[in-house]
């Protein structure tokens, strides 16, 4: 039976839902990879009515190879649109190997990715992805404004709500005329509901659940203790998407949490960087002041010389790049930077080519509106995949899920977000703040009207069965530390939540090296949580034993967190010219190679 509360489809009893046997599932071995096997298992379109007919999830898993199985760790790697089979095919094997050869490390593609229905299509293939975009980039479109202290930048932005307001109606309208009603049943709480039923025919009807959720798949696990608290086994919510915000916030109203922490990041960078011969934008006498104001440099300058073309050249016009490109590329980098260090020869590369120098450190052709997610080290890069655009971003399931899950949204704008965009990109960052119009999910929203058949609009004050742990980096480029600390507080989570904090920069504690928290895991999935500080500070602080240049700076371990963002960090610190800034349009929240994580 359904409810309509607040406008909103939820059903009346949330942790359950209508009976479905378990399966048996069937196992087979699955390429690339080999050691890896894959599964297909039918569940219900639509959990409270089955006669609506059944749909494939798709799952891979690296299985126990010992008599006797220990455990099963399920992960979601991010997203909304991350596939966790192939997130399996390329880590899992890895992440084994540290919890042993006694656990399942499986997976699965959620609704609407991969192998998982309901299929669903927006674009054709690349062409048709550039024709869309397109409008919104070169000169005098919304890709072309600077970092909006400059008010002739802000009037360009202004002028363009007609032209975004267009793109996002007919991103709704078209995802309308090719998916249909399929768009209603992607949503996180069907997700969630999957994900139990899989562990009911995996492992037993009525088996706790255990799960690893990093950056979006932090909201399938907020969501997790919410609808089945008394199925919360070992979880983990690992770079923490605020799961109450996101269930219970228009969009735009919070797109600024998602920035708190990334000009803090980019300054930690370069006191990693300072001095390093190992950093391609150092030489040796270079402090985290002079780096920074290389990067305000190489901001302006390309600002300065944008001559308005849409970014589709050889990079031996890398001068031209509208700065909308830079500083996407700067901000997916940063994601693992600790890991691999994408930002130093990409900033090297292009203060280079400014200064008519050779280079060779990149070469190929840039997508007109599409980098390439920041997913770690190999087989991914971090650095731009040319003429590549994922399926993930052809198919738009980011936005059918994001916006889908949202509440409904009847009074805000286009000109409201733009709006909002200004004042973030002169409050909060003003470096990254301007991104929001060309490569965010929120700013479209208000226009998307398919909404999810079932969502989760109520406060996270279920306590669940067991405690949770929640990890976050002081440095997050994309979901900041404010967000793990407010969901583990005693007006959430609480007693049942740890919070363990890391020292370091990159998206989720998977981005670093730290043998801390590697410990801090294998303790909590042998069933021994943290002990419990009793306020909601930090019930562990680790540290990374190096970064990619050598020595952990002394200040990452005098970290401080920001009590209230309501007055953010703006420090003279930070590059604050009038560079243009971001890329185009591609997947909000990154996922990162679990092969980072194991490097402790």
Known sequence: ????????????????????????????????????????????????????????????????????????????????????????????????????????????????????????????????????????????????????????????????????DGVAQSLNQRMIERNGESLKYVGTCAVVRDLVYLVDSL??????????????????????????????????????????????????????????????????????????????????????????TKIDTILNTAYERYDGSIPVFNLSGIFTWPYDTATYAIQSSMYSTMASDDIGPLLAAIGQHQSNSNSTLLSGKVEPAYMTLPMGRSPYSVMPIYDTIPPDALSNIAFAVFCGDAIDDGSTTTEDAFKETVRISQSVSRIFGSLFPINSLRPMCHKWTPRAVERLPQKFNKQPKNVVLVMSTMGDPITPYYSARRLASSNMLGSKARLVRLNSIGHSTFSNNSTCIVDVVKKFIAGTPPDDAGNDEADVTCNIERTIFGAVPSTWQQFQFNQTHDEPNTSSNSPSGAARFGMGYGLFFGFVSASLWLLG
């Open 1 to 164: 039976m359904r409810l309509s509360t607040f406008g909103l489809v939820i059903f009346s009893a949330l942790g359950s839902s209508r009976a479905l046997a378990p399966v048996s599932v069937t196992w087979s071995e699955c390429p690339p990879i080999t050691g890896i096997e894959c599964a297909t298992v039918q569940v219900p379109l639509d959990w409270a009515d089955e006669s609506k007919g059944m749909i494939p999830i798709a799952l891979a898993r690296v299985a126990a190879t010992t008599p006797q199985r220990e455990g099963y760790m399920f992960f979601n790697p991010g997203g909304p649109g991350g596939s966790g089979v192939e997130f399996i095919q390329y880590s899992g094997q890895e992440i084994q190997a540290h919890f042993g050869a006694g656990w399942d490390i499986i997976s699965w593609d959620p609704r609407g990715v991969g192998g998982s229905g309901p299929n669903i299509t927006f674009f054709s293939g690349e062409s048709d992805y550039d024709a869309f975009w397109n409008p919104l980039f070169g000169g005098g479109h919304v890709g072309a404004h600077g970092n909006l202290t400059q008010q002739s930048d802000v009037d360009l932005l202004m002028t363009q709500v007609s032209t975004y």
């Open 203 to 292: 492992y037993g009807q009525g088996t706790d659940v255990n799960f690893w959720g990093i950056s979006y798949g932090t909201v399938i696990a907020g969501y997790l203790t919410q609808m089945f608290p008394d199925r919360v086994g070992r979880v983990i919510l690992d770079g923490v998407l605020d799961p109450e915000k996101y269930g219970n916030n228009i969009p735009m109203k919070w797109m600024e949490t998602d920035i708190y922490d990334i000009d803090f990041a980019l300054k930690s960078w370069t006191e990693a960087c300072a001095g390093s011969n190992k950093c391609a934008l150092s030489t040796r006498n270079d402090t985290s002041s002079s780096l920074l």
